[in-house]
């Protein structure tokens, strides 16, 4: 995986050579030709200075960790490239998301890929700068550039990203009183989404959590939606239900979905 690292002279090289042409096409598909340039100006811009292999490979983007100028005391300061997908066809899952929301009605015209993946980007860059501008835990959104996506990486110096919650440690580190303050925390956490940044998650799982330190982050807010799009209610419920299954399954003792939802909203 580490292997993948890309620098500027690999992509030149790539471009002369086009080399392992097959191999890209299945394991590193989204950085073809167009994506190789974008990260090239990022590169030459001093946006980062390299890249290295992802730390994850989804059905619609890949996530990269990468490093770019040292801080003010000399040590790397840490990347995450998110990387939409263009060759999919999730397109139709995701309209649902796009239909009803007044921010995205020019342009979200259907049978274009690469407009829409430019759209689920810009969507995640928006949402990102509204969720970290209220005071919510959340990667800070760095650049966009068409499909692709520069945030503040979560995790730690060595460039490990912090662990999803579902796979977070929280037994060992403090257990059942550890559960239920983030429980808490998350439910404060929907609210202020709801109320201050006037958005519904709409993917809310512990899949898309992060864990550190006893702070939850949340990720992944391409599909999220205004509170006035025809479905964030029903967005709401489904991300309700979701977080509260998953404490549910850990043993803590959690409010009614009923009662949640009017928490929120309310
Ligand atoms: P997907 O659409 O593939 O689910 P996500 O935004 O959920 O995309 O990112 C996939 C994974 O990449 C996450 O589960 C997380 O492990 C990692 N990741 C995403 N953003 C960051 C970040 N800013 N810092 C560290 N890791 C990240
Ligand atoms: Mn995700």
Redesign the pocket.
């Known amino acids: 995986k580490h292997a993948a690292k890309i620098r500027l002279d690999d992509v030149k090289e790539d471009q002369a050579r086009d080399k392992d042409k097959a191999d890209r096409a299945t394991s590193e598909q989204v950085l073809d030709q167009r994506t190789r340039m974008i990260l090239l100006q990022m590169i030459n811009r001093g946006v980062m200075s390299e890249i290295h292999g992802a ?2 490979t ?4 890949n ?1 990269y960790g990468a490093v770019a100028y040292p801080d003010l005391n000399g040590a790397a300061v840490q990347r ?1 490239v ?1 990387v939409y997908k263009t060759a999919i066809l999730i397109f139709k899952d995701r309209e649902r998301y796009i239909t009803g929301e007044h921010r995205f009605k020019a342009g979200a015209e259907k049978g274009n890929n690469r407009k829409m993946v430019k759209l689920w980007a810009e969507k995640e860059f928006r949402n990102l700068r509204r969720i970290h501008g209220a005071g919510i835990a959340c ?1 800070e959104p760095i650049q966009l550039k068409l499909h692709v996506l520069v ?5 730690d110096r060595r460039g490990y ?2 662990p ?1 919650l579902r796979d977070a440690t929280i037994e060992a580190e403090g257990g059942e009183e550890l559960w239920k303050r983030l429980y808490t925390q998350l439910l404060g956490i929907m609210r202020r989404m709801y109320q201050v940044c006037r958005l519904v998650h709409a993917d809310l799982s512990e ?2 959590i ?1 864990y550190n330190k006893q702070q939850l982050y949340i ?2 807010v ?1 599909q999220s939606v205004e509170h006035d799009h025809p479905r964030s209610l029903e967005f709401l419920r489904m991300d309700i239900k979701n977080t509260g299954d998953f404490f549910r399954r850990q043993g803590v003792d959690t409010l009614s979905d009923r009662t949640i939802f009017d928490f929120i909203i309310a």
Not at 58 to 61: D, L, R, T, Y
Not at 151 to 155: A, I, N
């Open positions: 730390i994850s989804g059905k619609e983007a996530v995450a998110k990667p945030m503040e990486f979560l995790g990203a912090y999803r899949y898309n992060l990720i992944d391409s």
